[in-house]
């Protein structure tokens, strides 16, 4: 079966700093993994995806992701956070020969000036 | 070219009524997906449907809930005898079809339902 673990539920950053939100994966196949993001009472939108190409993935906004086999995990990275960025981020895993996605529990990101 | 289309946005029912959620994919996808959101949870999946086809439904509740995606329209997710636990945001998302792959979805904006 396959799962996903946000590691925590809410991250807090100064803006300018960096930000990390934290995923882990589990899967018996190669899996597809994204970030999506919600803004407040809206749909989500794709950051990114890795879909066995390049290890090291990135999206728009300046996010990127590293997938790390030997890890099971899709960290999302940013070099500096800006108030904007402050939304709800979800990590996202689907098999390569399934369609549904399965949903992490999300991280709320609160970004203080 | 208009991303995936959701009405209404709101929807408020009272407890035993019926409501009836649309989903219009992008223009050339035809694979349609249904995902609930609960109040500060993630997202999960409900059903996955081609046209005229139910491909994967095992996210749907046994009871009151159908999905259809008729050949020509809308997608309708259609909950009868609403209870106040369905009071939830859903999620429509569209795929154009590619097989054998993964694929990004692309979301609509949602159904807000509250059932009183």
């Known amino acids: 079966a396959q799962s996903v673990t946000q590691l925590d539920s809410h991250v807090s950053v100064s803006e300018g700093t960096p930000v990390l939100l934290r995923c882990n994966y589990s899967?018996?196949?190669?899996?597809?993994l994204f970030w999506y993001v919600q803004h407040p009472n809206k749909g989500l939108q794709l950051l990114l995806k890795?879909?066995?190409?390049?290890?090291l993935v990135k999206g728009i906004n300046g996010f990127e992701a590293e997938f790390k086999k030997s890890e099971t995990s899709f960290h999302l990275t940013k070099p500096s956070a800006h108030m904007s960025d402050a939304a709800e981020y979800f990590c996202?895993?689907?098999?390569?020969?399934?369609?549904?996605?399965?949903f992490g529990t999300g991280t709320r990101l609160q970004v203080f000036p | 070219n208009a991303g995936v289309m959701q009405n209404p946005r709101h929807l408020v029912r009272r407890r035993g009524q019926e409501a009836r959620l649309r989903c219009s994919p992008m223009?050339?996808?035809?694979?349609v997906y249904w995902y609930r959101q609960l109040p500060e949870e993630g997202l999960k999946f409900m059903v996955y449907?081609?046209?005229?086809?139910?491909?994967?439904e095992s996210g749907m509740p046994k009871e009151r809930f159908s999905a259809e995606f008729p050949k020509e329209g809308p997608s309708i997710l259609r909950i009868q005898q609403v209870v106040r636990g369905d009071s939830a945001a859903y999620f429509c998302?569209?795929?154009?079809?590619?097989?054998?792959?993964?694929?990004?979805?692309?979301f609509g904006p949602g159904t807000r339902l509250t059932v009183t």
């Open positions: 899967s018996s196949y190669s899996p597809s």
């Open positions: 996202v895993v689907s098999l390569s020969n399934t369609d549904k996605l399965i």
């Open positions: 890795y879909t066995s190409a390049a290890t």
């Open positions: 449907l081609q046209k005229e086809n139910i491909i994967d």
């Open positions: 223009k050339g996808h035809s694979h």
């Open positions: 998302a569209s795929s154009p079809p590619i097989p054998g792959g993964s694929y990004e979805q692309y």
